[in-house]
C-alpha cells in the first residue's frame, strides 16, 4: 500500500510539472460481464486487459484497460506569429490524469464507457459514447463534466506494423507511423526543412516553417489495418504516432466527436469519410486547357496569350491575379487588396473579359479576405464594423509581406453579406469566370471576433468559412459550375464548398520540403484526406534574392513541373512573386514551343480527366493516388511518395532532380506498359527508364478500360 501510494505521489508531482497527458494508473470498477452487445452487431470485448471495440468488419479500435486511455486538463498557449507561420508553446495549469472505470453499459443503440478522472486540483466526470450508424461506421463523442477544462486526450492501441496515412495536406512525409505531427491551418513557411532558405527565413522572420507546417490539415487518419479515424473538433491538436504500440491524439478544447470506419481497403474508407464531409463539384468544361498565368496589363497579356496560341497551346483560360492592381514591396510585386478592377492597366475591363470569352478562353482573377489599409471598400468596412478586432477592440492590423491590411470578420453575418455582394458585382459582374481565393489561414489566435467564439477555435474553421462564402455568392448568381474558384488553406469539410484547390506557394526550387518534391506529396497526402481536386503553381510560386544563395527559378525546373502537371487535374502557371526572376512559359521560343506541347499533352486527357473528376463528385476519390489507394496490401506502396497515379489505368514516375534524364521507380502488382517503347513490365518490382525532358515515365495499366484511349492519344507525342 506504500508503495503504491509513494508511485502515485510520484506520478502527481511528475505530471503537475511534465507535459505529458497520462499518469501510468487506471483504477478499474468493471462490470463482470466481459462481452457487450451494441447496435447491429457490435461488440465491446473484455480480454487480456484491453476492451476491444468491433463489428463483423473487424476491430474498430482497442483501448487499454491497464493504463488511461483518457485524459484531461487546462491550460494556456503561448503564441508567437509572424506572416501566419504560428510558434506555439502550451503551459498546463492543471490537469486529471488518473483514470478510473466505472460501468459499461450497452443497448441496442449504443455503448457508454463513464467514469472520473483526478488529479491535483482537478476533478471531473467522464462519459463516452460510441453509436454504430452501420457495422462500417461508429461515431463517438467524449463529454467532461468540469468545463473549465480545455485540454483533451485519448489513446487508442496499435500495431506496430500500422502505418498511417491522410492528416491534410501534408509536403514532407507520406507515412506518419513514428512521427508526431500537429494541426493548425497556417502559412507553410520557408523551406519548411530545406536549407540553407529554412534557416534563413527563421533567422530574419521566424517563418520558415517545419516537416509539418501545412495550409490544409485535416484531422483525419487511415492505416493500413483499413480503419480510419475522424475528428470534428477545429482547435489545434497533436497526433502522437511515435510510440510503435499506441497512438494519443490531443486538441485544445473540452471533449472529442467524431468517427471510426472500418472496411475493406482504402478506396472505401475515402468514400466513407467524404460521404460524412463532403465532395467536389464538377468543372465546367473550359477548365481542362492551360490556364495561363500572366500579368502586366491589357497589352501584355493579349501578346501572351496571342504566342502561346500561335505555337499551338490550347489556352481555355487567362488568370490575371493584378486586375485589380500592384504596387512594389520588399517581398517582390504585390496585389492591391481592393477588389476593384483597375481600369488603367485594364481599361474597359468588362469588355476585355468579354472579347476573350468570344475566343473561349475565361478570364479569372484574384480576392483574398483581406483589405488594404486604403480605399473606399477598407473604409466601408471599417465603418459599419465588419473587421477582426484585437483585444483592445481596434480594428487588428496585421503585417503582411510588405504593408499592413486587415481581415474580415467571417463570424458578422452582415459582413459576409457585404463582401458576397463585393464578388457578386466587382468580380461576377466584372466579367469573370473564377478566381484565386487565397489566405483563409491568417486569422489571430488572440483575436476578437463579433460572434463571441474563441479565435484559438476558430482559427481552423475560418478558410472553410472562406470557402463556403465564395460558393454560395456564386450560388446566389445563378452562376454555380460555370465559375472556379481555388483555395489553399483549408480544414475539415473544405472540399464540400471549394470548386478546386491549389498547393499554395512552394519555393522555386527542387527541393524535398518545399519545392517540386514536396507539391507531389501534398497532392498524395491531400488526396487520401478528401481534397480531391487540387494542383499546384507550375514552376513554384516563391522566389527569393539572398547574398547565400537566390532562388530563382530555371528552364529546366519550369519544363520538370510543367510536365508534372500535365497529369493533374488543372494545369495552370504562376509567374511567382519576383516575376523578372523566373524562367517564365513565354522566356524564349523553345520553351514557348514545349509549354505548347505539354498544354496539347494535357488537353488531349481531357476525357480522362472528365471521367476522373466526375468519379470525385461522386465518391470523393482524387484525381492525383497514391500507389497505396488501389495496392495497399502491398507493403512497398505504403512508403511511395515519388510516383503517381492518374486514375487507375496511368502511372507516372516523375523526374524531381536536377539533372537527371532517367528515372528509378517502383511498378505494383499487374502488367503494365511503357508508352514510349511500348515494352511490357510485370507488376511488384524496381525498374529504371530513360526521361529525357518531354518524354515523361508513363505507364499504363494492361488490360484497362481506359489505357487504350490513353495510348492513342498520347503516342503522337513520342520523340
Known amino acids: 500500500m506504500f508503495l503504491r501510494s509513494f508511485l502515485i505521489l510520484t506520478l502527481f508531482v511528475c505530471f503537475s510539472f511534465c507535459n505529458r497527458p497520462f499518469a501510468n494508473y487506471t483504477k478499474l470498477t468493471l462490470p463482470k460481464e466481459k462481452q457487450f452487445t451494441f447496435g447491429k452487431g457490435f461488440q465491446a470485448i473484455q480480454k487480456e486487459g484491453v476492451l476491444e471495440i468491433r463489428s463483423s468488419q473487424g476491430i474498430f479500435l482497442e483501448l487499454s484497460l491497464e493504463s488511461p486511455f483518457l485524459s484531461a486538463a487546462k491550460g494556456e498557449q503561448k503564441v508567437k506569429s509572424k506572416f501566419a507561420s504560428f510558434h506555439i508553446q502550451d503551459k498546463i495549469q492543471t490537469r486529471c490524469d488518473l483514470q478510473s472505470l466505472e460501468r459499461i453499459l450497452s443497448n441496442e443503440k449504443e455503448l457508454t464507457i463513464s467514469g472520473k478522472l483526478e488529479g491535483e486540483n482537478c476533478k471531473t466526470d467522464y462519459e463516452i459514447r460510441f453509436i454504430p450508424l452501420d457495422e462500417t461506421a461508429l461515431e463517438f463523442k467524449v463529454v467532461f463534466s468540469d468545463s473549465s477544462l480545455n485540454r483533451s486526450y485519448i489513446r487508442i492501441l496499435s500495431e506496430k506494423n500500422e502505418n498511417i496515412f491522410g492528416l491534410g495536406e501534408q509536403f514532407s512525409h507520406f507515412n506518419f507511423k513514428g512521427k508526431t505531427p500537429f494541426l493548425l491551418t497556417e502559412e507553410q513557411g520557408l523551406g519548411r526543412g530545406d536549407q540553407p532558405i529554412t534557416a534563413g527565413a527563421n533567422l530574419m522572420a521566424g517563418a520558415g516553417g517545419n516537416e509539418y507546417s501545412t495550409y490544409t490539415p485535416i484531422p483525419f487518419f487511415l492505416t493500413s489495418k483499413n480503419r ?224 463571441g467564439v474563441s479565435a484559438e477555435s476558430y482559427h481552423n474553421v475560418y478558410p472553410v468559412e472562406w470557402a463556403r462564402i465564395n460558393r454560395e455568392a456564386i450560388r446566389q448568381a445563378g452562376q454555380e459550375g460555370k465559375i472556379v474558384f481555388f483555395t489553399r488553406a483549408g480544414y475539415s469539410e473544405s472540399m464540400k464548398h471549394s470548386t478546386l484547390f491549389w498547393e499554395g506557394d512552394q519555393m522555386v526550387s527542387w527541393g524535398e520540403h518545399d519545392g517540386l518534391t514536396s507539391a507531389l506529396t501534398g497532392l498524395l497526402s491531400g488526396g487520401l484526406s478528401g481534397i480531391s481536386l487540387n494542383h499546384s503553381d507550375i514552376g513554384g510560386y516563391t522566389t527569393i534574392n539572398n547574398p547565400i544563395r537566390d532562388y530563382h527559378r530555371s528552364k529546366e525546373l519550369f519544363l520538370r513541373w510543367a510536365e508534372l502537371n500535365v497529369f493533374s487535374p488543372v494545369f495552370r502557371t504562376h509567374e511567382g512573386n519576383r516575376p523578372e526572376k523566373n524562367h517564365q512559359a513565354y522566356s524564349d521560343e523553345e520553351t514557348i514551343r514545349e509549354f505548347a506541347r505539354y498544354g496539347k499533352m494535357h488537353f488531349v486527357l481531357k476525357e480522362y480527366l472528365q471521367a476522373l473528376v466526375k468519379e470525385a463528385s461522386l465518391t470523393g476519390l482524387p484525381v492525383v493516388r497514391p500507389l497505396y489507394l488501389h495496392y495497399s496490401n502491398d507493403p512497398r506502396t505504403h512508403e511511395i511518395k515519388t510516383e503517381f497515379l492518374l486514375g487507375e489505368d496511368l502511372l507516372v514516375i516523375p523526374v524531381l532532380q536536377k539533372g537527371e534524364s532517367s528515372v528509378k521507380g517502383y511498378l505494383p502488382e499487374g502488367e503494365w506498359e511503357h508508352l514510349w517503347t511500348g515494352k511490357n513490365y510485370t507488376g511488384k518490382q524496381e525498374i529504371e527508364v530513360e526521361s529525357p525532358l518531354g518524354s515523361p515515365a508513363v505507364f499504363l495499366r494492361k488490360n484497362g478500360p481506359w489505357s487504350p484511349k490513353l495510348k492513342n492519344v498520347l503516342l503522337p507525342f513520342k520523340r
Open 228 to 451: 480510419s479515424f475522424y475528428f470534428e473538433n477545429s482547435s489545434y491538436s497533436i497526433f502522437d504516432f511515435s510510440k510503435p504500440e499506441e497512438i494519443t491524439i490531443e486538441f485544445r478544447e473540452n471533449g472529442l466527436k467524431g468517427s471510426i470506419w472500418k472496411n475493406s481497403s482504402p478506396s472505401q474508407l475515402v468514400q466513407k469519410f467524404t460521404q460524412k464531409t463532403g465532395r467536389a463539384q464538377i468543372l465546367p468544361d473550359w477548365a481542362y486547357g492551360t490556364w495561363l498565368g500572366v500579368q502586366g496589363g491589357k497589352d501584355v497579356v493579349l501578346k501572351r496569350i496571342e504566342e502561346a496560341k500561335k505555337a499551338g497551346n490550347p489556352i481555355t483560360a487567362l488568370w490575371i491575379q493584378d486586375w485589380v492592381g500592384r504596387r512594389k514591396t520588399s517581398f517582390g510585386s504585390q496585389l492591391w487588396w481592393r477588389w476593384i478592377a483597375d481600369e488603367k492597366s485594364y481599361p474597359e475591363f468588362r469588355k476585355f473579359c468579354s472579347d476573350l470569352n468570344s475566343q473561349g478562353i475565361s478570364v479569372l482573377g484574384y480576392l483574398n479576405p483581406f483589405l488594404a489599409n486604403e480605399g473606399p471598400l477598407f473604409e466601408e468596412a471599417v465603418k459599419k464594423n465588419f473587421l477582426v478586432k484585437d483585444k483592445n477592440g481596434k480594428d487588428y492590423e496585421i503585417a503582411t509581406a510588405g504593408f499592413p491590411a486587415y481581415l474580415l470578420d467571417l463570424t458578422n453575418p452582415e459582413a459576409v453579406k457585404w463582401i458576397q455582394g463585393i464578388i457578386q458585382k466587382n468580380l461576377i459582374g466584372a466579367g469573370l469566370s473564377g478566381w484565386m481565393a487565397d489566405f483563409g489561414e491568417w486569422l489571430p489566435l488572440d483575436a476578437v471576433l463579433h460572434s
